[in-house]
């Protein structure tokens, strides 16, 4: 049975979609952690608000303010280089595989300004709401590094993402 494309998906009505024999439905790309290295990717980004705590002598006051978040949605499509001290038994990533990388709040803006500055710049775009509204249906293929960092409080892992360069799959109105 042939699988459909995205395009044939969207097309669909709700309930056509969950008519669908489900072989025919494509599995969803894997979301990965990708190792400290170069990728040529598809990237997209969009914008959001959420709820953040308010906290007052590092204690939550039970208050929340509204913050904003980018998210940054990339695709790989050809993995590059890896830091071979990085991969850890880790199996790398696969062309089609996705992974995000997020930035919260006021703090995440100022790191959302210096990893995708280069970005903006060949966009000639200032402002990061007018990136994330050009990039939201409009990907543009970017050669990233990213780098993995371990936070020693927590253990949690991060991604930082820097564009090396970029180009657009449909050119942008300006």
Not at 21 to 38: R, Y
Not at 77 to 101: I, Q, R, S, Y
Not at 102 to 128: D, H, I, P
């Given at each position: 049975?042939?699988?459909?494309?995205?395009?044939?998906?969207?097309?669909?009505?709700?309930?056509?979609?969950?008519?669908?024999?489900?072989?025919?439905?494509?599995?969803?790309?894997?979301?990965?952690?990708?190792?400290?290295?170069?990728?040529?990717?598809?990237?997209?980004?969009?914008?959001?608000?959420?709820?953040?705590?308010?906290?007052?002598?590092?204690?939550?006051?039970?208050?929340?303010?509204?913050?904003?978040?980018?998210?940054?949605?990339?695709?790989?499509?050809?993995?590059?280089?890896?830091?071979?001290?990085?991969?850890?038994?880790?199996?790398?990533?696969?062309?089609?595989?996705?992974?995000?990388?997020?930035?919260?709040?006021?703090?995440?803006?100022?790191?959302?300004?210096?990893?995708?500055?280069?970005?903006?710049?060949?966009?000639?775009v200032k402002k990061l709401?007018?990136?994330?509204?050009?990039?939201?249906?409009?990907?543009?293929?970017?050669?990233?590094?990213?780098?993995?960092?371990?936070?020693?409080?927590?253990?949690?892992?991060?991604?930082?993402?820097k564009v090396l360069s970029?180009?657009?799959?449909?050119?942008?109105?300006?």
């Amino acid at each position: 049975m042939t699988q459909l494309t995205q395009d044939q998906i969207k097309s669909l009505s709700a309930v056509e979609l969950l008519d669908l024999d489900m072989d025919m439905i494509p599995d969803a790309p894997d979301f990965v952690n990708p190792q400290t290295g170069i990728y040529l990717c598809d990237m997209k980004l969009s914008q959001g608000t959420y709820d953040a705590k308010v906290y007052q002598d590092g204690q939550p006051t039970g208050e929340t303010v509204e913050e904003v978040k980018l998210t940054s949605i990339l695709t790989i499509k050809e993995v590059l280089d890896v830091a071979e001290a990085d991969l850890d038994g880790d199996a790398l990533p696969n062309a089609g595989d996705m992974f995000t990388v997020r930035y919260f709040g006021r703090s995440g803006m100022q790191n959302a300004k210096t990893e995708l500055a280069e970005l903006g710049a060949a966009l000639n775009v200032k402002k990061l709401s007018v990136l994330a509204e050009t990039l939201r249906n409009n990907p543009a293929e970017v050669v990233v590094a990213l780098r993995r960092t371990k936070r020693e409080k927590d253990g949690q892992t991060y991604l930082g993402v820097k564009v090396l360069s970029l180009t657009l799959n449909t050119p942008v109105a300006q």
